[in-house]
């Protein structure tokens, strides 16, 4: 063993340097200060004997991988990490331990760690603890948000359905729209945000119609050329009444509004545009506005049993309905099922309807 | 004697140093002093009548500051994934450990631990996150190191898996 590196560690009072004899010893090569004797407490093979099978736990389990360095890899180095040692007179006391090769021979070097390990410690400590109030904040604000959002949505449906009592859109249905384009949105791979958007944004899809008289939204018979063409101006009233402004789900409202009677295939009202012209929100309220008001019971119409519906629907595919869209909407139908089925006619909307 | 290494494993601050403690002296602190690295503590219990010193390795959480050495786990007869009820990223981050867990260890005995119980009303997971912890496949228990509430079980009940 090389003197001068000896020397090196020798000076120090919190090193330890041993080097590997018969199994299952280590030789101690340095004086031992008192701390060592906290962490082996004796040597049982005589003086200077370090038994493996006596250390501590944890350097036991660091011997393991020591033991695996190869002799041939001269200076190859590895640490222990660093482990805590209980001692009598200090408390706690932290250590790490190294392993090289120096001169074919296996050396260990243990070393307690002094101030500039406490200094590292209350950095930690510090930058952990600040972490966990910054967790609390964002906790605080994401619940803020939420009931911000919860308390919008509830002000949103409660002035829908009262807008909504004289015809025959009820509260129910509304939210269920919200709610199904919002599964489609989920499956569409929209970010939260917008899953949220739409959910609040599809129930206003026909909120123009409380710019048409009641003499033609209530008439119970046939609507005449120039009562339709009225009735046919709600998309815009209500974009009208949603638009110009630069709240997001307003926005997404607005545009709703105009383009939920537009078809794939241009057909449809008010401006005829198709395809992917007609922005992705309104293809989507579209789907889910059709299926629920056929599989539900109107004033004027009987409920369809839901097969007949989705056959109905999938003949317009291409035609009113957009493909991609169509067969996402049937991807989830077991979700759409259980909106269904757990958001029929509420109290709320008796009330309203009284 | 038997000896049987069990680890605490964990995101930071979640209390596994406490759990320690609590197990083994019997003590509680308020006062966060995060751990760095490992601190090993040794308790004797008994198991079918047979006494069995129990290895507790407390380790460092993982975090942002600290990566678990595998090297540590060597030898494991079980371990605890500590999450705190409190703060639903700890419980991302016991999910996260587990499935990081190398396939050795696999099968060994462990349960989720949702710590601070005595807390349960500033708790704030989601149904969503009680689902997470189905897929899992966690058994759980909840404790509080703070008043003691199902430590000395959850180390039985752990040893009861080992043996
Ligand atoms: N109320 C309450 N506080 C707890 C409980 N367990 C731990 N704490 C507190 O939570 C904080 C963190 O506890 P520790 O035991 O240090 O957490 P740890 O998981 O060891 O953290 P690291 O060592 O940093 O990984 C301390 O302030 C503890 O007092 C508990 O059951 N109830
Ligand atoms: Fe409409
Ligand atoms: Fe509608
Ligand atoms: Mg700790």
């Known amino acids: 063993m090389n003197e001068s590196f000896l020397a090196g560690l020798l000076e120090s009072n919190d090193i330890v340097v041993l080097k590997k004899s018969m199994r299952p010893y280590f030789l101690r090569l ?121 308390r919008e949505e509830e002000i949103i449906l409660r002035l829908l359905a009262a807008s909504g009592a004289k015809d025959d859109e009820t509260s129910a249905h509304v939210r269920r729209i919200g709610l199904y384009c919002a599964e489609v949105a989920k499956s569409l791979g929209w970010s939260h945000e917008e899953i949220d958007n739409i959910r609040l944004a599809a129930p206003m899809h026909d909120i123009g119609k409380i710019g048409i008289p009641d003499h033609i939204l209530l008439k119970p018979g046939r609507l005449t050329e120039d009562e339709w063409a009225i009735m046919r101006t709600h998309p815009e009233l209500g974009a009208e009444m949603l638009g110009n402004t630069n709240i997001p789900v307003l926005q997404m409202a607005s545009s709703i509004s105009l383009y939920h009677h537009e078809r794939y295939d241009g057909s449809g009202y008010p401006l005829g545009i198709g395809g992917e012209q007609i922005p992705l929100a309104a293809r989507i309220v579209a789907i889910a506005d059709v299926y629920d008001a056929l599989v539900h019971e109107r004033v004027y119409k009987q409920a369809v049993p839901e097969k007949t519906v989705l056959d109905m629907m999938q003949a317009q595919v291409g035609k009113h309905f957009d493909p991609v869209v169509f067969q996402t909407f049937l991807s989830c139908i077991d979700q759409i099922r259980r909106i269904c089925s757990a958001n029929q006619d509420d109290r709320h909307n008796h009330l309203l309807m009284a | 004697m038997k000896q049987r290494k069990i680890c605490m494993l964990g995101t930071s601050s979640v209390g596994k140093t406490s759990l320690v403690r609590r197990f083994v002296q019997s003590v509680f602190s308020e006062k966060y002093h995060t751990t760095l690295g490992v601190k090993v503590d040794k308790k004797i219990v008994k198991s079918d009548g047979d006494p069995v010193c129990l290895m507790l390795w407390d380790i460092e959480g993982e975090d942002r500051f600290y990566r678990i050495k595998q090297n540590y786990l060597r030898g494991l007869a079980g ?85």
């Open chain 2, 79 to 163: 371990y605890l994934l500590v999450a705190d009820g409190t703060r639903p990223v700890s419980l991302d981050a016991a999910i996260r450990l587990k499935s990081n867990m190398a396939s050795a260890f696999r099968d060994t005995p462990h349960f989720l631990v949702l710590n601070k119980s005595d807390l349960h009303d500033q708790w704030c997971l989601q149904a969503a996150d009680i689902k997470k912890i189905a897929s899992a496949g966690f058994t759980v228990i909840s404790t509080s190191a703070k008043t003691g509430e199902n430590v000395e079980q959850v180390f039985t009940k752990l040893v009861e898996l080992i043996n």
């Open chain 1, 30 to 150: 340095t004086p031992a200060p008192d701390w060592y004797f906290d962490l082996i407490t004796k040597e049982e093979g005589g003086e200077g004997c370090l038994d493996i099978d006596l250390a501590p736990p944890f350097l036991q389990n660091f011997f393991v991988d020591a033991l695996q360095l190869p002799r041939e890899s001269e200076g190859a180095q590895i640490s222990s990490g660093v482990w805590i040692q209980e001692s009598q007179e200090e408390g706690e006391c932290y250590f790490e331990a190294k392993s090289t090769v120096h001169g074919g021979t296996l050396v260990l070097i243990i070393k307690k760690l002094g101030p500039d390990f406490v200094r590292r410690h209350q950095q930690i400590q510090v930058a952990r603890e600040r972490e966990l109030v910054n967790e609390k904040l964002e906790r605080l604000v994401r619940q803020r948000t939420l009931e911000v959002r919860q």
